[in-house]
């Protein structure tokens, strides 16, 4: 897209942009062409995982990452069907070939990397050994053959490509610093970086999201490691990068930062009033930054996946940069352990979440390949639910992390409500996959736990849920109403009692931005748009308002400046940039527009007029193609850069 080309929605929320490797035209900052290297399904991923994990603990950052993770193997087979000729081979790591069973010769690599291999036709064999997993996984690379990996036996499948065996790093950008005062800098907005002192000795430094944690001085308070190196004379760097935006170094001479970003274009837009534009756009960079191989949930803790932060950083990248590759590399990663010995991430709802990111992967991308890599993990993962659940049909909590959210209240409604939502997701999966006797089981569970949920959970004088299923006194909550309303459990008569109640403040706030948007996103389906709206201009347009640049962790209306930066006990815990509250991006093209697919893929969708005369432009990204959509005094437009899928 180019400059001249852009779209109105782009043209117009152009003065609201923050981030600065802000591209709507190509993905920025580029990445130089690589080798096609080849991997056995998940593994790539996996190992990129660990990478994170290492790097985190470098980092000296204050999180625990409960889960059980595949570890990467040494050894993989590689199989190809081969014609007689040269054969251009470049592998990482020790390899061993057979052509039909014999084994076969492979000379030296030439300057290229490759190995010309002069061989008959058959099928090729080839074994990879990496003689230090840690640092580079086994890989071939072998252009125009299709190749079957295995890691266990003769257990051969679709082998899937991924960057280079060390693990791609993330391309740096210079950013400019603005100096603030004697020995302090801002960099104009949150970042993630490496940053490189000049000093005669070696510098005093320290590093904020927020300027009161910039004035930290007690090391019990850092929430990452200060640690420096010396790379040259009087030259001192960090050796991990940090999440801040405000340095400080009381003897530097020069202070500089490279930021590290995933390459992005942003292919969607948003424009309306300037607030409400302004949020959309720091939303849109709150997810670029957690954008990295994998959509991370904060850059200053944890750096890392978790599946539940998934279901709205998914929503947002959809509707910001339409890109299925770090969704896709999540899902991979998350589910490859499977859930027979432990819940994903340890945490019990976060293993019905993942049902359902699948399944939004699925609407918004139709990425029916990675589905049937998948299946193999998914047909497991429903059937360990249905069988945990078979006895009482409830989803058992016991013995595990059950979190839903930061709040203190009975939640066990709640992931009962949150578990038909993920049978709703199971179902629709199976039927995608052709499993059809399990996606008539999931149907039926989910048929029975409403029944029971109706029975043992809801008030039917108040027409709400409360918190513990068999014990009305257990007083009711806000997640297992907003939750029903967006699986819709509720009858259409038993809907507007719910939504009003959520609308009022009778019921306990939400703990996070997280939550909000799940609710706000109900009260729309609900028919309460314009309150909808309202909501989220108090909660992100508040942190706006507080200076932010990128969208807190958790959100406390009214809390002084101690207490807005505090969390999990720590001063200075609470993540300033965290994916989760990327919401708005994804809320407001919904709610304005009520743009979402209505089949796979965008191959269907629905929007229409929400506000009437109201005036906004927004631009949605869909595979291989954008929604132009604009409302005003003239009426509701669509259009996009070629024919579009029907509506609906």
Known sequence: MSAVSLSAAHRRSAFAVCDPAYSAAEPYPPLAPEPQWLYPRSEYECFLLRKMRDEVGRAGLNVGYPGIFHEPVATVRFRAEIPAGELRLRVSGIAEAELDGVPLPLPSPGPDGFRHVSTGAGTLLVTVTSPDIRSALPALCAPGITWEAAIDGDDFAPAVPGGIPEGTELPAVSVPLTVLGPGKW??????????????????DFGCGESLPELENRNPAHFEQSLALVQTAPNVWRTPTPLAFRYLRSGNAEQVSCRALFEPAVYRGAFAADPELTEIWMHAAYTLRLCRHHFLIDGVKRDRLPWVGDLALSLLANAYVFGDPAPVRRTLAVLGRAGIREQHLNGIVDYSLWFLICHDLYQRYWGDRDFLELQRRELVDHIEVLLEQSRSGIFLPSAGTWLFIDWVDCPKESALQVLFHWSLQAAERLAERLGESALAGRCREHARQLKSRLFAEAFDSRRGLFFQTPGEPDSGFGRHAN????????????????????????????????????????????????????????RIWGGMLRQGASTFFEAWREGAGEQERHSFYGRPYGLSLCHAWSAGPAALLPLIYADCEPAADGWEQYRAREVFPGKEFQLTVPLPGNELFIESGPDGFRIGSRLPPPPRR
Not at 197 to 202: Q, V
Not at 529 to 535: H, I, K, L, T
């Open 186 to 203: 801002d960099a104009g907005t949150e970042v993630l970086a490496y940053v490189e002192l000049h000093a005669p000795e070696k510098p």
């Open 482 to 537: 907003f939750f029903a309303l967006l699986t819709d459990l509720p009858a259409p008569e038993q809907r507007p009692a719910i939504a009003e109640a959520l609308l009022g403040d009778g019921l306990p706030p939400v703990g996070t931005p997280y939550m909000a948007a799940l609710e706000i996103w109900a009260l729309h389906r609900s028919g309460a748009s314009g309150r909808a709206v309202e909501r989220l201009r």
